[in-house]
């Protein structure tokens, strides 16, 4: 039984590296006026780090070639509560990092200032992006260098940060099913309130009609 457990942790610990291995990345097409946005789901008390370089477009050789000096990228970043924790501008190519405390959605936008430069005027960008999200952030080569780490202690590092980023992505999902569990019991609770609403009104509107029809029959000296 024993040796089963070790085995599935085991297991679990070659899955973590082996998906923890990918790096994600992807480009994304922008005009001189226009902003792109992305949603990140963060935990709480993470670190993100944003990695990016921005090409223009030659229409002489019809290729994207590296930006010219002088054109900027405009990163904010605002978490859930709408509240803005970074608002910069950047160069052409960059880096920019913000630590989460609220968690939940974190929008991050991007937009040129090439509207500030005739040259680059109504261009077409692209951007490459590569966001990097808790212990993905870290540069291990450089960790080990500065403290002098062999491969075991480094490995074991690398670990005990894997689980402590799994631990607060639990958390995460903790929160997210209690607020879909408060957001449940409420929408019930209204939909309650509402049928009684409507049954009392049902029953004043009868009660309404009979005492008219009593009255108009009163009138009319049927009884």
């Known amino acids: 039984m024993v040796a089963a457990r070790m085995q599935l942790t085991l297991y679990t610990v070659l899955l973590l590296n082996f998906f923890n291995s990918f790096v994600s990345a992807l480009y994304f097409h922008i005009g001189e006026t226009e902003k792109k946005c992305f949603i990140e789901e963060i935990p709480d008390e993470t670190m993100i780090i944003g990695n990016y370089r921005v090409q223009l477009y030659d229409k002489m050789k019809e290729e994207y070639m590296p930006a010219t000096q002088g054109l900027g990228m405009f990163v904010e970043v605002k978490d859930p509560d709408e509240k803005v924790i970074l608002s910069r501008q950047y160069g052409s190519e960059g880096r920019f990092t913000f630590t989460s405390h609220t ?3 974190h929008q991050i936008c ?6 500030k430069f005739s040259l680059f005027a109504g261009g077409m960008l692209r951007v490459h992006l590569d966001i990097q999200v808790g212990e993905h952030t870290n540069n291990y080569a450089e960790i080990a260098a500065k403290d002098k780490l062999t491969e075991l202690q480094l490995r074991v590092r690398q670990l005990v940060e894997q689980v402590d980023q799994v631990q607060k992505e639990q958390n995460y999902q903790r929160y997210r099913e209690e607020r879909f569990r408060q957001t449940s019991e409420s929408t019930n609770q209204r939909v309650l309130w509402w049928s009684i609403v409507q049954t009392l009104i049902l029953v004043a509107i009868g009660f309404w009609q ?3 029809l009593k ?4 009138a009319k000296k049927l009884v």
């Open 210 to 212: 009979m005492r008219h």
């Open 110 to 115: 991007l937009h040129s200032n090439s509207s």
């Open 215 to 218: 009255s108009f029959f009163e």
């Open 103 to 105: 968690p939940g959605e």
